[in-house]
């Protein structure tokens, strides 16, 4: 892997890993990634790997229209919040939009899209 590459895809782990809504899973993955490659390790397996697990759980928009206009998603945002990401959500799938775009979110699929294995969303 080069080095831009390797670069850019380091500073979308950094991202996954600083943003409050990234899963268990998600953190998991991106920490994996940042000790093998600290360790020497090999970057382009260590890179598929993180993209096979990023993959295996991306938060559809439709997922997330559900999650906000559900009770749970009104118990973890709040009424207003949870209204207000509904609200957005919608606007996005309107305009296009395949996934969540949140600070966790948006960089698995940037990632996912820079290798090859997704088409781009709106905001790419």
């Known amino acids: 892997m080069d080095?831009?590459?390797l670069d850019y895809t380091?500073?979308?782990v950094e991202e996954m890993l600083a943003a409050p809504s990234a899963s268990a899973e998600t953190k998991s993955a991106a920490?994996?990634?940042?000790d093998a490659i600290a360790?020497?390790?090999?970057?382009d397996a260590a890179t598929n790997r993180l993209l096979d697990a990023i993959s295996a759980?991306?938060?559809?928009?439709?997922?997330l229209i559900g999650f906000a206009g559900s009770d749970t998603g009104k118990k973890v945002?709040?009424?207003e919040g949870a209204a207000k990401m509904l609200a957005h959500a919608e606007k996005r799938k309107a305009a296009g939009a395949k996934f969540c775009d949140?600070?966790?979110?948006?960089?698995c699929h940037e990632l996912l899209h820079?290798?090859?294995r997704e088409e781009a969303d709106v905001y790419l």
């Not at 920490?31 to 940042?34: G, I, L, M, N, V």
């Not at 949140?102 to 960089?107: F, V």
Request: net charge positive; with cysteine; hydrophobic share 30%.
């Open 114 to 116: 820079k290798f090859g």
């Open 31 to 34: 920490q994996a990634w940042k």
């Open 3 to 5: 080095k831009e590459l």
């Open 39 to 43: 360790r020497g390790d090999n970057a």
């Open 10 to 12: 380091a500073s979308k």
């Open 102 to 107: 949140c600070a966790a979110c948006r960089p």
């Open 77 to 79: 945002f709040g009424e």
């Open 57 to 63: 759980h991306q938060t559809t928009i439709d997922n």
